[in-house]
């Protein structure tokens, strides 16, 4: 059956006015093209809908049994079609999936889920861990923010620039490195801990301590920054990571905060979705609400009070 929504529309006009003149008056067409909708019915449906009575038109049997449900079915499909202008947070209902790196779902996590359900307590988030590559989970459906330290290569997800974030050491109080001036070389003597989901023990700073003829003594890997910090505050390992979005974390394990002896470049923080989402109110409240959330991070400590 081929049956469009604009002959959908001229069926529910012609049942609410019952005639051919004001149902074309409603619409804004002519006469004849009105005429010419009804005929097309008629000939879809297999019922004349309309007839004449003296000077005036009578629904059919059926077209009387089917007027509420075609009233309805227009008007759902008007408001599926029509562009969205307003956003009820408050009594959205919703699933989104977030996908943060782990160190930026220890520290905002708490903070994202809390404005979220402030303000649409209806939208429940799912926070998950970081797999290897962005594109094909964005392009899926599966994610719908995540994070990246590098823009997308592909045209179809969108990036947004939060940040760019200094690496610095976390070592224990009273860590061998602590009390005198990191160098190069008493950076690459102590012994590391590298941050790899894939349990990598060899990163760009091995590349940057080689340009300079060292060689750092990394002995372990931690699936994630939670672990490695962890190991830092128990032992004597090193871990390098991002300083703002590990800062909160690092305190609370009472870690003690190194500057970095290497010139590496600043670690950027993106923001990633897919472009179908562009124009969607309520992602776009979420990237929203997201984006001022990290941005807290990049924000300078409060100075005390004098």
């Excluded at 719908?144 to 290569?153: N, V």
């Excluded at 871990?239 to 690092?250: E, H, I």
């Excluded at 984006?291 to 400590?301: D, H, I």
């Amino acid at each position: 059956m081929q049956l469009d929504l604009n002959l959908l529309t001229a069926l529910d006009a012609l049942l609410e006015e019952g005639s051919v003149a004001g149902a074309a008056a409603r619409l804004h067409v002519t006469a004849p093209a009105m005429s010419r909708s009804l005929g097309r019915i008629r000939k879809v449906t297999g019922d004349q809908i309309l007839v004449r009575t003296g000077r005036h038109m009578t629904p059919t049997t059926r077209a009387l049994a089917m007027r509420t449900e075609v009233h309805a079915l227009v008007q759902q499909a008007h408001h599926l079609l029509s562009a969205q202008t307003e956003l009820d947070l408050a009594n959205l209902e919703r699933v989104f999936t977030v996908r943060w790196h782990d160190a930026l779902a220890t520290t905002c996590g708490t903070a994202l889920i809390a404005a979220v359900h402030r303000q649409a307590p209806g939208v429940r988030l799912r926070l998950t861990a970081e797999p290897g590559a962005d594109t094909p989970q964005l392009r899926r459906g599966e994610v719908d923010l995540a994070s990246s330290a590098g823009p997308p290569s592909q045209p179809d997800i969108r990036h947004r620039l939060i940040g760019r974030d200094r690496l610095v050491l976390a070592v224990r109080p009273g860590h061998p490195l602590t009390g005198q001036p990191v160098t190069a070389e008493g950076y690459a003597a102590a012994e590391h801990v590298t941050v790899s989901r894939r349990g990598s023990l060899h990163d760009r700073i091995d590349d940057a301590l080689a340009a300079l003829g060292h060689r750092r003594r990394v002995i372990a890997s931690a699936p994630t920054t939670a672990t490695a910090l962890q190991l830092a505050r128990d032992t004597d390992l090193v871990v390098t990571l991002p300083d703002a979005a590990t800062r909160s974390f690092r305190h609370q394990l009472g870690l003690t905060t190194l500057p970095s002896p290497l010139e590496l470049p600043e670690v950027p923080l993106h923001l990633l979705w897919h472009q179908r989402h562009d124009n969607d109110p309520a992602h776009t409240w979420l990237r929203e609400t997201a984006t001022r959330t990290l941005q807290s991070l990049f924000a300078p400590p409060p100075t005390p009070d004098r």
